[in-house]
C-alpha cells in the first residue's frame, strides 16, 4: 500500500513513549532507553512504525524533560548517548522509525545558556532569553514588565537581581522561553536538529512551536494581555499563539534543515485553529507535516475557564469539531492541503478510558470504540504509552499523590484563593497529567514489570489485570483491537486518503461518518455510550457489497448484508464496500 502513500508515513500510526514511565532496565525506579529498547517486541506486534520519544536530554526534571539543559546529551537517569543510538538501531533494524521530540520555545534556567547569560547584559548568550524592565510602578519582584500569566499559575514572568530585569517564561521559572529573533539563537537549534538527525533520527515532534514568535511591539516590549479573569495576572497564550514571525522562523527552519531530509514532523500548537494548521503544513508553503490541535482536547472544559473548569462532553460538539478538522486539512475542500493528526491521549492528557469512556462495566468495549472511532479517520493516529492496554486513570487520593508541578502549583494557588480542596481534587483527578504518567503495566508481577526497584510514580493496582502480557493473550482485548486498526490501515487507501462525510451529526450518542475514495467505502458506526442505540442509517450511507472488517463485541454478525438497526452499549463496527464512483452521499444530521 505505501506505494499509493505519497509520504513514507502515510500508512503509519505513532507510538509515544514517556521515558520515565516506560521500561526501567537499573532497578532506579526510573524508565530508561535500555528499558525502552528491550520493549520493541511489544511494539512491534502491535504493528506501530513510529516511536514519538518524550525529551531524553539532559535536564533537572523540573517539568519531566520538557527543560532541557544540555540539547546534545542524555539525562543520565535515561541513560547515555550509546544507549540512544543503540535504541535508533534496534528500531531501524525492525523497520521502525524515531520521532525526537524538541523542545525550543524554552530551556531549562540550568541551561548553560541561561546560567551565564542572565549574569550581564552584555553576555552573547544574553540575548537567547526575553528580557522586560521592571514596571514604572511598585518594586521588583512585583512590577514585571506585562500582566501574562505563566502556563503553571503566577506571573510569566522572574526577576533577575543581577541584571535588574525580568526574564519571561511561559511555563514554569525554571523553563525561560528562547528569543527567536536572535538568529544566534535559531542557528543554535538549526545546529540542534542536525545533531539528532545525524544520530538517525527520523522526525521531530515540536513543543509548543506556535507559541515561539512573541508580538512584539516596536519599542520592543510585550503589550498586555486582555483582562479575562480576576487579579494581576492574565492568560497569555492567546497573546502569543501563531505570533507574526512565526511562518517565517519555521520556513527558515525548514529551508536550513528539515528539507534536506524525508522526514516526519509535527508541531504541538495549542490553541491552533484550522486555518493557522493549513498555513503551517501547507505541503508547498507551509514548514511542518501536521500539528496536534488542542480544541477536541477543550471540549470538556467550560469556556474561558481552563483545563480544571470541567463540564461534561457532548458528543455532537466534538464530531463537529472532528469534521471541521477532517474538512480543513483532510481534504473536504478538495485541495486535500496540509493533513491531520489523530489523538485522544498523550503524557498531558487523562486517559480517555476514564476521561470520556467506561473504566469500570465497559473498560474494553469504550477504549474500543474510541479507538474505531479515531482511528477511521483521516490523518495520522497517534497512541499514547498504555492506552493500547485501556489503562486507566490514576487513584490519586490527595495531592500528595501528584508528581506534575502543573497539578501542584494549581492546588497550592487555587486552595490558596480559597476553593474547596475537595473540588480541586476533583478536577485533578479527572484532568491531572499524573493521570497518564504511572507505569507501563507490562504484566501482573509486584510493579507490573516496570521495575525491581521503587517506581518513581506507584503502579496502578489495576495491573493485575490490565496488563501487557494478559492482553497479548486475550483475542477480544484492547491490544489486538489497536492492533487490527494499525493493520488495516495499511491495506486500504480508503483509509488513509478517503474524504469524510459526517452520518448521524446530531445524534447524542452515535458517531458515525462515510470515508469515500474512488468507489472504495469505509464506514465507521460507534456507539459511544453505555446503553443499547437505535441506530437509523441513511440508505445511501450503506455501502454496497459491505463486509465487516473490525467490531469490538465477540458474537457480532460478520456475514450482514444491511446496516445494524441497533448498537450494543459502546459498540463500534467498521465496513469496509463500494460506492457510486467518488459520489458521496450528502452530510446527513440526523
Ligand atoms: O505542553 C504544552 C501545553 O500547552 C501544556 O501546557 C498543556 O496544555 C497542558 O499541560 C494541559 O494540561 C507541552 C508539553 O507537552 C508539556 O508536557 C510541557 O509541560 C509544556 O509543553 C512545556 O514544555
Ligand atoms: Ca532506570
Redesign the pocket.
Known amino acids: 500500500m505505501s506505494s499509493l502513500a505519497s509520504r513514507w508515513w502515510h500508512d503509519q500510526v505513532v507510538y509515544q513513549i514517556y521515558p520515565r514511565s516506560f521500561a526501567d532496565s537499573n532497578g532506579d525506579g526510573i524508565g530508561d532507553l535500555p528499558g525502552i529498547t528491550a520493549k520493541l517486541d511489544h511494539l512491534q506486534a502491535l504493528g506501530v512504525g513510529i516511536v514519538w520519544l518524550s525529551p531524553v536530554y539532559r535536564s533537572p526534571m523540573a ?1 519531566n524533560g ?1 527543560d532541557i539543559s544540555d540539547y546534545r546529551d542524555i539525562a543520565p537517569e535515561f541513560g547515555t548517548l550509546a544507549d540512544f543510538d543503540a535504541l535508533v538501531a534496534a528500531l531501524h533494524a525492525r523497520g521502525m522509525r524515531l520521532m525526537m521530540d524538541l ?1 525550543v ?2 530551556c531549562s534556567d540550568r541551561h548553560a545558556w541561561f546560567q551565564q547569560g542572565r549574569q550581564s547584559r552584555d553576555h552573547p548568550w544574553h540575548d537567547h532569553f526575553i528580557w522586560g524592565e521592571p514596571a514604572a510602578d511598585g518594586g521588583p519582584p512585583n512590577n514585571p514588565p506585562n500582566n501574562w500569566e505563566a ?1 503553571f499559575n503566577g506571573p510569566a514572568w522572574s526577576f533577575n537581581p543581577p541584571t535588574g530585569e525580568y526574564f519571561l517564561h511561559l ?1 514554569s521559572p525554571q ?1 525561560p522561553d528562547l528569543n527567536w529573533r536572535s538568529a544566534a539563537l535559531r542557528a543554535e537549534v538549526q545546529d540542534i536538529l542536525r545533531f539528532w538527525l545525524a544520530r538517525g533520527v527520523d522526525g521531530f515532534r515540536m ?2 512551536i506556535n507559541l515561539i514568535a512573541k508580538p512584539w511591539l516596536a519599542d520592543g516590549t510585550l503589550p498586555d494581555a486582555p483582562v479575562v479573569q480576576p487579579g494581576a495576572v492574565q492568560p497569555a497564550f492567546v497573546m502569543v499563539v501563531h505570533g507574526p514571525q512565526l511562518m517565517d522562523h519555521l520556513r527558515e527552519m525548514r529551508r536550513e534543515v528539515l528539507a534536506q531530509h524525508d522526514l516526519i514532523t509535527v508541531g ?1 500548537t ?1 490553541l491552533c485553529t484550522p486555518a493557522q494548521a493549513r498555513e503551517i503544513t501547507d505541503p508547498s508553503t507551509g514548514a511542518l507535516d501536521m500539528v496536534f490541535s ?1 480544541e477536541h482536547m477543550d471540549l470538556d472544559s467550560q469556556p474561558g475557564g481552563g ?1 480544571w473548569a470541567l463540564k461534561p462532553l457532548h458528543l455532537p460538539d466534538l464530531k463537529a469539531v472532528m469534521q471541521r478538522w477532517q474538512d480543513e486539512l483532510g481534504g473536504a475542500h478538495g485541495q486535500g492541503r496540509g493533513w491531520n493528526s489523530l489523538y485522544l491521549g ?4 487523562p486517559r480517555i478510558v476514564s476521561r470520556w469512556g467506561d473504566d469500570g462495566r465497559w473498560r474494553v468495549q469504550s477504549a474500543t470504540a474510541w479507538a474505531s472511532w479515531l482511528h477511521g479517520q483521516q490523518g495520522t493516529p497517534y497512541i499514547y504509552q498504555g492506552e493500547e492496554l485501556g489503562m486507566t486513570n490514576a487513584p490519586l487520593a490527595s495531592i500528595d499523590d501528584c508528581r506534575d508541578l ?1 497539578s501542584i502549583n494549581h492546588h497550592r494557588a487555587a486552595v490558596l484563593a480559597g476553593q474547596n480542596p475537595a473540588e480541586v481534587m476533583r478536577a485533578i483527578r479527572a ?1 491531572g ?1 499524573d493521570n497518564a504518567r504511572t507505569p507501563m503495566q507490562w504484566d501482573d508481577s509486584a510493579n507490573a514489570g516496570f521495575s525491581t526497584g521503587t517506581p518513581w510514580l506507584p503502579v496502578q493496582t489495576n495491573h493485575r489485570e490490565v496488563n501487557a502480557a494478559a492482553a497479548r493473550q486475550d483475542p477480544g482485548s484492547v491490544f489486538h483491537h489497536y492492533r487490527q486498526l494499525i493493520a488495516l490501515r495499511r491495506q486500504h487507501a480508503v483509509w488513509v486518503f478517503g474524504r469524510t462525510v459526517p452520518l448521524l451529526a446530531a445524534h447524542p450518542h452515535l458517531a458515525a461518518y462515510l470515508r469515500v475514495w474512488h468507489d472504495q467505502r469505509l464506514l465507521v458506526l460507534c456507539n459511544l455510550s453505555g446503553e443499547v442505540q437505535a441506530v437509523d442509517l441513511p440508505a445511501e450511507a450503506w455501502p454496497r457489497q459491505a463486509r465487516l472488517q473490525l467490531g469490538n463485541w465477540a458474537d457480532v454478525d460478520v456475514a450482514a448484508t444491511s446496516a445494524p438497526r441497533s448498537l450494543r452499549p459502546w459498540e463500534a463496527r467498521i465496513y469496509l464496500g463500494v460506492g457510486p464512483l467518488d459520489a458521496a452521499p450528502p452530510a446527513h444530521s440526523r
Open positions: 517539568d520538557y523542545v520555545n524554552h502556563c511555563f523553563q513543543d509548543v504541538e495549542p488542542f483545563k498523550n503524557h498531558d492528557q502543573e484532568k497529567r
